[in-house]
């Protein structure tokens, strides 16, 4: 019986390999079949790689050289990400001011903005900009100034990714500030104290030192970083309202000698006259970003350049103006993710040391000055200077320097009297406010 089983099993075996057989020794196509006309629309089944590239516009404000080097540096994160198409706009900082007020026309179309850093807050609270905290790659983030992430953090979130910073400094001519004796009879000497700024000023206005500054009156960024200087007060006080004794004390002789400077101020220009008029004692001092200074120092001679110093005393307070800028990240964008991709890819530290190496501007990140000693020494300054002091960064600080700079106009044009200036800085401040 057993063995009548067996052989029943062993038949239907078989029986099952002769069925099966055909299919298992069929030939494999070559060639995957073509997709039928009714397939077409099944969006199910479409691989990764079928995704449109990319496109992004992109606006710059900045001058031709730092354009011309975002440009090189976007070309060679192209070849990285070649299902990319950037395209970059160069907006004059000039022409590029009134965007801010009218970003809603001015920037139709753009994806990724480099702005001045003091905008991003004003933009992020207008609803203009998207968040950029994913553009900030492995430990970016961390590595930011506290001084610098305040103009681009609002609401608990980033929504500018900083790019440089380039904060102002007084370059001197040291035998004209040398030629002014301190109270004690010793030459005078940078750091200025207080009191050398008084005794400048009457020495200066003893000389009928006439022209002895120059300083670009049309920058609010330049007459905070004086004004500062001058008074001994911390710029944020300033901007924030608190005039103090602005044209009294300590600086009101400085300002007197100042305001009877004939016509303008002249502009700190890049061009060798001025960097030879500079060095040759024609003028005292001039008030700069940092990387104009360091420009202008190096195409002067070796003895020329001797006779010069950048005096940065003044980012040992606890806020200074940075004139730096970020990318941000327009609203209405619908390239998100390529934006936060290619801003991740243009803030790198080696690209920031390439911006300092060629521009002059300086990194962001605190570990690239633990490692290049050539840099100037922010991250080994105290938690309470700039730039590791988070300072009160208002979104409306841009149209306050607007009015500092209004100030200043109609004190330098003879229509407002110097000790009229703290009460009319309060009119303008309350203006602000109600129409803000």
């Known amino acids: 019986m057993t063995r009548r089983k067996s052989v029943v099993v062993l038949m239907l075996l078989m029986l099952a390999l002769l069925l099966t057989s055909p299919w298992a020794s069929a030939p494999v196509p070559e060639e995957v079949p073509q997709r039928s006309p009714e397939d077409a629309g099944d969006t199910a089944v479409e691989p990764a790689f079928a995704e449109r590239p990319a496109s992004l516009e992109i606006k710059i404000i900045s001058d031709e050289t730092a354009f011309r080097l975002l440009e090189r540096q976007s070309d060679q994160l192209a070849?990285?990400?070649?299902?990319?198409?950037?395209?970059?706009?160069r907006l004059d900082p000039a022409d590029g001011a009134g965007l801010l007020e009218d970003w809603r026309h001015g920037a139709e179309g753009t994806d990724v903005a480099l702005v001045p850093s003091a905008w991003v807050k004003r933009l992020a609270v207008r609803g203009d900009l998207l968040t950029a905290d994913a553009a900030f790659e492995g430990d970016a983030l961390s590595q930011q100034?506290?001084?610098?992430?305040?103009?681009?953090?609002?609401?608990?979130?980033?929504?500018g990714v900083p790019h440089h910073?380039?904060?102002?400094?007084?370059?001197?001519?040291?035998?004209?500030?040398?030629?002014?004796?301190?109270?004690?009879?010793?030459?005078?000497?940078?750091?200025?104290?207080?009191?050398?700024?008084?005794?400048?000023?009457?020495?200066?206005?003893?000389?009928?030192?006439?022209?002895?500054l120059a300083i670009d009156e049309a920058d609010p960024g330049a007459l905070l970083a004086w004004l500062s200087a001058a008074t001994g007060m911390r710029s944020e006080r300033?901007?924030?309202?608190?005039?103090?004794?602005?044209?009294?004390g300590q600086a009101v002789s400085l300002m007197e000698t100042l305001g009877a400077t004939a016509g303008p101020l002249p502009r700190p220009v890049s061009d060798a006259s001025f960097w030879q008029a500079l060095a040759s004692g024609q003028y005292a001092a001039a008030?700069?970003?940092?990387?104009?200074?360091?420009?202008?120092?190096?195409?002067?001679?070796?003895?020329?350049?001797?006779?010069?110093?950048?005096?940065r005393s003044g980012w040992n307070?606890?806020?200074?103006?940075?004139?730096?800028?970020?990318?941000?990240?327009?609203?209405?964008?619908?390239?998100?993710?390529?934006?936060?991709a290619w801003i991740a890819g243009m803030t790198t530290e080696p690209l920031q040391l390439d911006n300092y190496a060629a521009l002059g501007v300086l990194p962001v990140y605190r570990s690239a000055y633990a490692a290049h000693h050539e840099l100037p020494a922010l991250s080994a300054q105290s938690g309470q200077q700039f730039p590791n002091w988070e300072p009160n960064a208002a979104p409306d600080w841009p149209r306050r320097m607007e009015k500092l700079r209004s100030l200043w106009s109609e004190w330098r044009q003879g229509r407002l009297a110097l000790a009229d200036w703290p009460s009319?800085?309060?009119?303008?401040?309350?203006?602000?406010?109600?129409?803000?």
């Open 79 to 89: 070849r990285l990400h070649p299902d990319m198409h950037v395209e970059l706009t």
């Open 145 to 159: 100034f506290d001084g610098i992430k305040a103009q681009a953090k609002w609401n608990g979130f980033m929504w």
């Open 165 to 212: 910073l380039d904060p102002y400094v007084i370059v001197w001519n040291r035998a004209r500030l040398s030629a002014l004796a301190r109270p004690d009879g010793s030459a005078m000497t940078l750091p200025l104290s207080g009191m050398d700024w008084t005794v400048l000023g009457a020495g200066l206005a003893q000389q009928n030192a006439r022209q002895w």
């Open 238 to 248: 300033l901007l924030l309202g608190e005039a103090g004794d602005w044209t009294a």
């Open 287 to 311: 008030v700069m970003r940092q990387s104009a200074a360091a420009e202008g120092i190096a195409e002067l001679g070796r003895n020329e350049a001797a006779g010069l110093s950048i005096d």
């Open 317 to 340: 307070k606890p806020y200074t103006f940075d004139a730096g800028a970020s990318f941000v990240i327009d609203a209405r964008t619908e390239e998100k993710e390529a934006a936060k």
């Open 424 to 436: 009319r800085w309060s009119e303008l401040l309350a203006d602000l406010e109600l129409h803000d």
